[in-house]
């Protein structure tokens, strides 16, 4: 029976590490695909160098956001529009966790290509790096392809909290501590809140929590007397009149609110406009031709009828920032953010 | 009245029937396969609905979600491993059955249990939804915070012979639970440098490691009894089967275990887990002479699968009325719900009632669906018992593997679960309990993030968790059960 049950735990054993030592070999195996395909495609690109680009082959999008939430959504529809209209094979990898540093990092395991790619968030270049120095993430090693979503981010307060206006808050926080909702030090909503509170010099601390929907029930509840959130999650509750739109992180006045002309967080006195960025990059090294290639591909995607369908169901308002414009605007943003970085966070 | 009608009509058609059915069926199977979570099958099958009408498309999704509640018992009663976080009570008395001989009477029992909770929560969605709302809105950190502590009391009542060792046990859960970015300062702890671990160490991993590989050391090693797996088939199939007296007993605590699931699954981010953990100690402190928890008692298993099936629709309580997902699954959900063009919130009702009545209603029906699948489906599961323990160990060991790397798409995973396996099998061997480092993984965040919030919002003074009904009202509960837990165990020694 010993030697039985040795024999299985023998085989299972093998099996395990077979198992396991397959992400390797698979990794490396598809390192060699890659090679050889970027070998051929560098012949090809030489021969055809006036051709214009056409996605073709498997495209892997890793997505730093876990399924089912805002950013896979976008991704998927994107990715379907791209196989109805090219053809290609889009496999979609939610590798979640430091805005992207996780799904960075796995792409920076295959070689340069277009069909490696990765969807991060705007703080993997802003705030990762300064939080956490062993990150060792620079833009330098990418290539942005360009944006898929952007929103603002809307400082709110409670209906029953009594206050209507940033004034209001103020006048709040002389007299009280400003308890605002937001997500873990380094995340969008508590950047733009924490630089804001401390420019404006009031006493306040943040009551953090792991998602921008639990913030807005902090809010409701009236633990907390303030959050931010982006635009569009904030929309159902402001038009339900739960919650109130006090200010815009952003140059803009925003009305897309029925009922509400929100001023800017600039008119208040503080030049905090960082907003939140979710969007495509792949390894530096790719040819700049195809990476401008398979955003203007994607571009043409979105003007089909299947995408806008799908985008119009889903409530999502495709965003156009190329990858050029993109590097400027998330330098710029890295800048601010490191400028409160600086100032609140050592 | 017309927006019932209407709802009725989007429901009763062959299509959405159809897909329910479809829908529990794949949820059993992900719940009852080690390291699929129902999770996983909703995000597997996220894009198929894409091109679906709203109602069958949700409808299927939701059906993956409330089998594989159920789904998660199956492997834990028949081979001692989990499939589900929610399920990790059920196999204290689950296995124990099935190991006398008696697992078809467990799955029964399971299988009763689960529908009786899914049904009461189901029927919660449907007609208390405006008010339970009110409880998630009155739920802030200093609540949570007692919840967690209450929940974190049952260590009290798991630990077997010692409860120093059960501790021990619970404090390595919440050392494990504090790996990763840390979400009140955003610093990273115990990451040692390893990118991997910024995310922490995924608990389905460590349940994997704790229960399957533990287990499949010790039978290699001999330790675990015999090692037939066939031991477990009942000699008469007819005395292995739940009667209609055993499940009337037991009506009493599954109708708590419910009203406990469906209260705390609406709480969002508590979850299936401590619904299950907090029913099944309750069932125990109310058994009477005689019923032997932890022995194989069907008490043991209607609790915990009450609790945790009643945890299933009420969690779509907070995501419909108000927007915020009550766990992972309510999250992936949402984001279905979202592709639908149903905005999930404040406004839902007015904007979309007649879908949300189909899906409420829908989550009713398929309780029933999933009762008589689980029926026809039991006699086909309980063969895994024939398989013989040599085969079967090493295919657990490919399935729980495979269900370590669909985690997050990764080997590290694997490893995690390896190195606590063997963690575990020397715990195990120096009698420190395993199920507290489940309760630690699961309550540890929790009490700590809310602790530290809840000291924010009171400017560092302690009192605020005797200054509000609710914290006060779990602070008392904690320190009664727990007296009341120490006389028990002083009288069982007499």
Known sequence: MMKKNLKAGMMAAVLAITLAACGGNQEKSAENVKAEATETKAEDAAETDAEAYVPEGTFNIRVFAAAGGVADMVTRITAQSLQDSYGITPVINNLTGANGAIAAADMDGYDPSINELSLVSMSLFTMSPLMNPDLNVSMDNYEFVGSLIRDEFVLLVSKDSGIKSWEDLVEYGKNNKIIYASNAPGGGTHVVQCGLFGDAGLNAEALTSDGSNKDILAVMSGDAICTSATVTLAKSYVESGDLIPIGIFSDNVYT??????????????????????????????????????????????RETETFKEAAEAAGYVPDHTDGETLRAEIEKYAADSKEIFDKYYQ | MDVLMAALGELFSFDCLLFMVLGVFIGIIFGAIPGMSGNLGVTVFLPFTFAMDTVPALIL???IFYGSNFGGSISAILINTPGTNGACATLLDGYPMAKKGHPLKALDMSLVASTFGGLVSALTLLFFSPQISKVALSFGAPEYFALAVFGLSIIASVSGKSIMKGLVSGSLGMLLATVGIDKISGINRFTFGNIKMYNGIQMIAVLLGVYAVNQMISRVNGTEGGGQASSLVGTDRKSDRLTWKEAVSTVPT?????????????????????????????????????EKFGEGELKGIAAPESGNNGATASCLIPLLTLGIPGDAVAATLMGAFTMHGLVVGPKLFQTSGDLVYAIMIGSIVAQIVMYFQGRYLMPVFVKITHIPQQLLTALLMIICCAGAFAIANSVFEVYIMLIFGVVAYFMNKFGFPPVPIVLGMVLGPIAESNLRNALTLSDGSWMIFVQRPICLTFIILTVVLV????????????
């Not at chain 1, 800017?264 to 390894?283: A, C, E, K």
């Not at chain 2, 007296?483 to 007499?494: D, Y």
């Open chain 1, 256 to 301: 897309g609110y029925e009922g509400y002309e929100v001023p800017t967080v600039p008119s208040f006195g503080y030049d905090i406009t960082i907003p939140s960025y979710n969007f495509l990059i792949t390894r530096a090294g790719v040819d700049a031709a195809e990476v401008k290639g398979f955003y203007d591909a994607i571009e043409a995607c």
């Open chain 2, 61 to 63: 999704l939701c059906g």
């Open chain 2, 254 to 290: 599954m109708a708590k275990s419910s009203i406990i699931g469906s209260v705390i699954g609406a709480i969002p981010g508590a979850g299936s887990a401590i619904a299950a953990y907090i029913s099944y100690n309750e069932a125990k402190r109310c058994a009477k002479p005689g």
């Open chain 2, 483 to 494: 007296v009341l837990l120490k006389r028990t165990s002083k009288k069982n020694a007499l």
